[in-house]
């Protein structure tokens, strides 16, 4: 759900100027990955980060993965800014009821900064962003996400519930979070925590079209 919840905000993130790079929802996964020290050795280490599904054609490789469906959303300085949100724990799900069912639950909407190119680099400003993106995100009118941007339409609501400013709490969960350099200046970054909930029409639920991937075909 945390995909819906997302559709919802984006229209209000795309209308923040200082964000450039949004990755909508995303999840964590860990992977391997390998480097040669100058001695020569070859390491291997796992790694976890944050990937984003980006629908883009994909291009199957030798193990049948499919390569460009999703994207890494970590720090990079190429950007003003790489923001995303992340799922905080289980969906709650309400029976429906003759029309309509309704679910509810918690998100992270993070934001990543480089001060130096958004020329904000005075003691605070993340402060200052963190409290314009969270008056951007609470909002307790509905917002409708269509039928045309996802499986099926839906009405929800956003409430904004706690702001964080500790590397730890924001990108604990992944390897990165201890490397000081990625959050300090000229970076700088901010977490909202998000309480969300959606009422779904049942009669507009539907599944997407299932179409054959060849390169699973071929395991």
């Given at each position: 759900m945390?995909?819906?919840?997302?559709?919802?905000?984006?229209?209000?993130?795309e209308a923040l100027a200082f964000i450039e790079r949004w990755g909508g929802a995303v999840m964590p996964i860990e992977a391997r990955s390998s480097y040669t020290t100058p001695e020569g050795k070859e390491v291997t280490v796992m790694q976890s980060y944050p990937i984003s599904c980006t629908h883009d054609e994909g291009i199957c490789d030798d193990d049948g993965y499919a390569q460009g469906y999703y994207t890494k959303?970590?720090?990079?300085?190429?950007?003003?800014?790489?923001?995303?949100?992340?799922?905080?724990?289980?969906?709650?799900?309400?029976?429906?009821?003759?029309?309509?069912?309704?679910v509810q639950g918690r998100a992270r909407f993070v934001a990543w900064l480089n001060m130096q190119r958004l020329g904000a680099l005075y003691c605070g400003a993340a402060e200052a962003f963190a409290l314009h993106a969270s008056k951007?995100?609470?909002?307790?009118?509905?917002?409708?996400?269509?039928?045309?941007?996802?499986?099926?339409?839906?009405?929800?609501?956003?409430?904004?519930?706690?702001l964080h400013f500790s590397p730890q709490e924001v990108f604990g969960r992944y390897t990165y979070a201890v490397e000081p350099r990625l959050f300090i200046h000229p970076y700088s970054?901010?977490?909202?925590?998000?309480?969300?909930?959606?009422?779904?029409?049942?009669?507009?639920?539907?599944?997407?079209?299932?179409?054959?991937?060849?390169?699973?075909e071929t395991w």
């Open positions: 945390t995909n819906l919840f997302a559709k919802a905000i984006t229209p209000r993130i959303m970590l720090p990079n300085d190429s950007y003003l800014s790489v923001a995303y949100l992340e799922s905080l724990g289980p969906v709650e799900y309400s029976s429906p009821e003759q029309y309509s069912m309704a951007a995100l609470d909002r307790r009118a509905v917002m409708e996400v269509a039928e045309d941007v996802y499986q099926y339409p839906a009405s929800v609501r956003a409430k904004v519930t706690a970054f901010f977490g909202i925590d998000l309480a969300f909930s959606a009422v779904i029409p049942l009669a507009c639920l539907c599944l997407p079209e299932i179409e054959a991937v060849e390169c699973i």
